[in-house]
């Protein structure tokens, strides 16, 4: 069974940058979709950025487009979101999560797709 284990959440300035990691053990990932997702109190679990197993197709929501580089390492079984010139409205709850697929240029932002979850990295911009 796949298991994830996160690290790299904390506290930072605005314009700051931090680098989440997500260690996979139990399965290879080169067969599942990766995606990063976060949560704030009281609202719906989202989409963060996506990339799909061919490491071909990254998708980004628009808030995070420009700031935010998801990538993957297929050999070392790892993922990771970089995050620069954080803001505030970054503050979060982060997770990954992935799901296996044969489609290998997309991944989906549908939360109930992904069967894996990291245990979530709590990440807060503020001065």
């Known amino acids: 069974q796949l298991h994830f284990v996160e690290s790299g959440g904390g506290l930072v300035q605005p314009g700051g940058s931090l680098r989440l990691s997500c260690a996979a053990s139990?399965?290879?990932?080169?067969?599942?979709?990766l995606g990063w997702f976060r949560q704030i109190p009281g609202m719906e679990r989202k989409l963060v950025s996506c990339?799909?197993?061919?490491?071909?197709?990254?998708h980004y929501v628009d808030s995070v487009k420009g700031r935010f580089t998801i990538s993957r390492d297929n050999d070392k079984n790892i993922m990771y979101l970089q995050m620069d010139s954080l803001i505030p409205e970054d503050t979060a709850v982060y997770y990954c999560?992935?799901?296996?697929?044969?489609?290998?240029?997309?991944?989906?932002?549908?939360?109930?797709?992904?069967?894996?979850w990291g245990q979530g990295t709590q990440v807060t911009v503020s001065s």
């Open positions: 139990g399965f290879g990932l080169r067969h599942f979709a």
């Open positions: 999560a992935a799901y296996p697929t044969s489609f290998r240029d997309f991944c989906t932002d549908r939360v109930g797709d992904y069967d894996t």
């Open positions: 990339i799909s197993t061919s490491d071909g197709s990254e």
